[in-house]
C-alpha cells in the first residue's frame, strides 16, 4: 500500500481556480452593479414622484388653488439676451409653496457644468434635486451622486444621473397640454404624443442631445426602465 499518496491540490490548480474565480467575478460585478443602479434609479425616480405631488396636494390645502399661487417664476434676460440666473427667487418660491411640505436634509449652493449658481436640495435617502437656473417649471432630479452628475452636461447627465420632471399646471396650450391642471409630472413639453418621440426623433428624445423624455419613457413604464431604454442607467 503507498501511504505517500496526497489528496491535497498542487499549486497549479489552486492558481487555475484561483483565476477562474476572478474570471467570472470580473465578468458578473459590472452586471450586477448595474442592476443595482437601475433598481436604485426606480425606485427612487417613484418616490421622488410621489413626495412632490404629496407637496403639492398639501401646499394646496394650506395656500389654496394654484390658479391663485405667485410660485412660478418668470425668465428675464439680460441686455446680451442671455438668461438671468433666478435661482435666488426660486429658491424663496420654493420655501414658501413646496418646502414645507418636503423632509429635506440640507439646502447646498453650487455651481453647475454651465457655471451657474444652483441650489441642491438633498431627500433623506440620499437622491436630491435641484431647479433650472433661470426658470422653475423644470425639476431636475438625482437618485444619487447629485454633485457630480450636476457638473455634466445634459447628453452626459440626462437619462443617466439626471431626470428631467416639469411643474406647469397653468397654461392651456399645445405645448403644454401633458402638464396643464396636473402636479409634478415627467417632462412632457410640447410632446406630439407618438410614444415614438419619446425615444427619437424629435428635439428632447432620449437619444438626442436634450434627453429630456428619458424620465417619461420610464414613468410609462411603470417606473420601470424598459429593455429598449435608449441608455445605460449610471450614478
Known amino acids: 500500500m503507498n501511504y505517500n499518496t496526497s489528496n491535497g491540490f498542487t499549486m497549479a490548480e489552486v492558481l487555475i481556480t484561483i483565476g477562474i474565480i476572478g474570471l467570472v467575478a470580473a465578468m458578473t460585478l ?14 427612487r425616480l417613484k418616490k421622488f414622484y410621489t ?17 391663485g399661487w405667485t410660485y412660478w417664476i418668470k425668465e428675464e434676460k439680460d441686455e446680451d439676451g442671455n438668461d438671468i440666473n433666478m435661482s435666488d427667487a426660486t429658491d424663496k418660491s420654493f420655501q414658501i409653496y413646496l418646502a414645507p411640505f418636503l423632509n429635506i436634509l440640507y439646502k447646498k449652493e453650487l455651481i453647475d ?8 436640495y438633498e431627500l433623506t435617502d440620499g437622491s436630491a434635486f435641484a431647479y433650472q437656473y433661470h426658470q422653475n417649471r423644470e425639476i431636475i432630479f438625482f437618485p444619487s451622486n447629485a454633485e ?27 405645448k403644454w397640454k401633458y402638464l396643464y391642471n396636473k ?50 442607467i449610471r450614478w
Not at 113 to 120: A, D, I, P, V
Not at 213 to 219: K, Q
Request: positive net charge; contains cysteine; hydrophobic residues 30%.
Open 30 to 43: 459590472p452586471t450586477l452593479a448595474q442592476k443595482y443602479q437601475t433598481h436604485v434609479v426606480e425606485t
Open 51 to 67: 413626495i412632490m405631488n404629496q407637496a403639492v396636494l398639501l401646499s394646496k390645502s394650506k395656500n389654496g388653488d394654484i390658479e
Open 113 to 120: 457644468g454651465n457655471g451657474q449658481k444652483r441650489y441642491l
Open 148 to 174: 457630480k452628475c450636476i457638473k455634466l452636461p445634459k447628453k452626459e447627465s440626462f437619462g443617466l444621473c439626471a431626470f428631467a420632471f416639469q411643474f406647469y399646471p397653468i397654461e392651456n396650450t399645445t
Open 183 to 232: 402636479g409634478i409630472e415627467p417632462y412632457l413639453h410640447n410632446w406630439d404624443g407618438k410614444d415614438e418621440s419619446l425615444f427619437t426623433g424629435s428635439t428632447y428624445s432620449c437619444d438626442g442631445d436634450l434627453p429630456n423624455y428619458c424620465t417619461a419613457i420610464i414613468a410609462r413604464n411603470g417606473w420601470k426602465v424598459p429593455k429598449n431604454y435608449p441608455k445605460r
